[in-house]
């Protein structure tokens, strides 16, 4: 089956800087990455998804960059701001059936 | 719309003791799926449905562990026998799953604590 690593595990970055979370999948049929962002408490929201035709996209501050070569995919965040603090989950899946997450990336932006 | 619904938000109990978490998702969702996150960890996979069937309930840690869906429309996760290590949020997901629209969209959770 498939299987989906994320790193880092936390990250702290300064308010404005940028902050990159890497994942990597294993298996090469998976097509969809969506990331999701859980605040403290609170359920798993998505926040950006990336289907395999595409190479990157981006909506305001956030992007996603897929690389199925390598079968990795990578969330960046710029202009980094307080509420951005939470945790990040990268996920894969092919067709839906059963998505795979990673372990997370916990997130603390220093204001 | 209505996101998806979990009840009880909360939930303890006795080690020993049955429990039945609900979900109801979002209308419309044929698939749906739940998960179990420990306190500080990762979303862990227990069972998916698409419509009223389980084509993968691989996630399920044991027998004590058991789910159903009526109606293509509400879950019932049963945990029978309770144990410590069974406390944990209980997380239900629904998408469409169809072509292009694999969004999943999750519940507020069930909290769980066996005492």
């Known amino acids: 089956g498939e299987n989906v690593e994320q790193h880092p595990s936390t990250l702290s970055v300064q308010e404005g800087d940028s902050a990159v979370i890497k994942c990597t999948y294993s298996d090469s049929a998976s097509n969809y990455f969506p990331w999701y962002k859980q605040e403290l408490g609170k359920r798993p929201q998505l926040i950006i998804d990336i289907r395999s035709n595409v190479g990157e996209k981006k909506d305001q501050r956030i992007a996603v960059t897929l690389n199925k070569t390598a079968k990795h995919f990578s969330l960046h965040i710029t202009e980094t701001q307080p509420e951005d603090s939470a945790v990040y989950f990268c996920a894969a899946t092919y067709g839906g059936n059963q998505f795979y997450f990673g372990t997370g990336t916990s997130l603390t932006v220093i204001p | 719309g209505a996101g998806v619904s979990q009840s009880p938000s909360n939930k303890v109990t006795e080690k020993g003791k049955d429990v039945e978490l609900r979900c109801d998702p979002i209308?419309?969702?044929?698939?749906l799926y739940w998960y179990r996150q420990s306190l500080g960890q990762g979303l862990e996979f227990l069972i998916y449905f698409q419509g009223n069937s389980a084509p993968d309930k691989s996630g399920l840690p044991s027998d004590r562990f058991s789910a159903e869906r009526t109606g293509g429309s509400v879950s019932t996760l049963t945990i029978q026998r309770t144990q410590q290590e069974d406390s944990a949020v209980y997380l239900c997901?629904?998408?469409?799953?169809?072509?292009?629209?694999?969004?999943?969209?999750f519940g507020p959770g069930t909290r769980l604590l066996v005492l």
């Open positions: 209308s419309g969702h044929t698939a």
């Open positions: 997901a629904s998408s469409f799953n169809s072509g292009s629209r694999k969004t999943q969209y």
